[in-house]
């Protein structure tokens, strides 16, 4: 078969891209409709062709090497096969939890791209440090990215997140995270705003528009550094140790105090959101240890991003013990 003859108009991927971002692109280049495109390209696609079939008809399409394709849109990488060059560190795509966010608009105008571009991303990614934008939690369209300039507690809150990475390891601080976000809003549906906080936000906070933020939106703004607070005790194994050691959570309620994520937050009921998190968290990792598998642990706790190569005997640097017997390397 011949090789295909590229586009008339190419566009260059935007990492982290996905695939029907970049066709979208691609098919408004070269003024097309989208349901077009792919069969200009002699490309039949259903819903079983795999992904992969595409990569190299698109290559030759923008005149592009496969391989550079192949590393900007994670769809193409293969999310079990750890160590693949550049592949490290990159979303898994085809987690049924993957997240698709608008790329950051000013991101995207610097690479001279003036359409939208629609990414995988991680959990940690609320914040543009470079343009200090809002592109996480609550961002559908790029429009409504708001500039953050005027939080700088949230811009911290972006840095100390990649710490807690670090330091605990994605795959604890992811779920924690998640579950931190739930608890949080949860008790502050249950509380009044005393200081104006989110109408405050409204009035000094803009979107791409010009415009104030939707109303939903600030609040994952502005109580962000509080929702990374939550999420470093949770991901800590800390509290753990004190709940197993006394039979309590005493000491992880007085920590929400002391580190002001909710000022004299003191449990009344078993029904507290997080009475009931702590329940169902030593209920899930009794569950896992005791089946002493790792296709379950994986499925309770899925990897967020590709895996670096292990050697032979390396646990990776997300291993930790579980303090619930028996114990299991997660």
């Not at 953050?148 to 809150?157: E, Q, Y």
């Not at 194994?237 to 105090?257: D, F, K």
């Amino acid at each position: 078969m011949s090789r295909r003859q590229p586009l008339p108009r190419a566009v260059s991927p935007f990492h982290d891209e996905t695939v029907a971002s970049f066709l979208s692109r691609l098919a408004d280049a070269n003024h097309l409709p989208a349901d077009q495109l792919l069969p200009l390209l002699e490309i039949r696609r259903t819903k079983k062709t795999p992904v992969s079939s595409l990569l190299e008809p698109l290559a030759s399409a923008v005149d592009i090497p496969t391989t550079t394709l192949k590393l900007a849109l994670p769809e193409f990488l293969d999310p079990d096969t750890p160590g693949c060059p550049g592949a490290v560190g990159r979303p898994r795509s085809t987690l049924h939890t993957a997240i698709q966010r608008p790329a950051c608009r000013r991101c995207t105008s610097a690479a001279g791209i003036t359409s939208p571009v629609s990414c995988w991303t991680i959990h940690d990614r609320n914040v543009c440090l470079r343009h200090r934008l809002w592109i996480g939690d609550g961002i559908t369209r790029v429009d409504e990215q708001v500039d953050v300039s005027r939080l700088p507690d949230t811009l911290k809150a972006q840095r100390r997140h990649r710490n807690l990475i670090t330091r605990h390891g994605r795959r604890w601080v992811r779920n924690a995270y998640r579950n931190a976000r739930k608890i949080y809003f949860s008790w502050m549906q249950e509380t009044a705003d005393p200081f104006d906080l989110l109408d405050t936000a409204r009035r000094i906070l803009f979107d791409g528009t010009g415009k104030p933020p939707s109303r939903d939106l600030p609040f994952s703004m502005v109580f962000h550094p509080q929702v990374v607070a939550l999420t470093g005790l949770l991901a800590s194994q800390e509290w753990e140790r004190h709940a197993v050691s006394t039979g309590h959570v005493a000491w992880l309620v007085e920590q929400i105090t002391d580190r002001n994520i909710l000022i004299g937050y003191i449990p009344k009921e078993r029904t507290d959101p997080l009475i009931q998190w702590v329940e169902q968290y030593f209920s899930l990792h009794k569950f896992v240890a005791f089946h002493r598998s790792r296709r379950i642990d994986d499925a309770f706790f899925p990897r967020e991003v590709i895996p670096p190569p292990r050697a032979p005997g390396d646990t990776g640097p997300e291993t930790r013990r579980s303090l619930v017997t028996p114990y299991l390397l997660y």
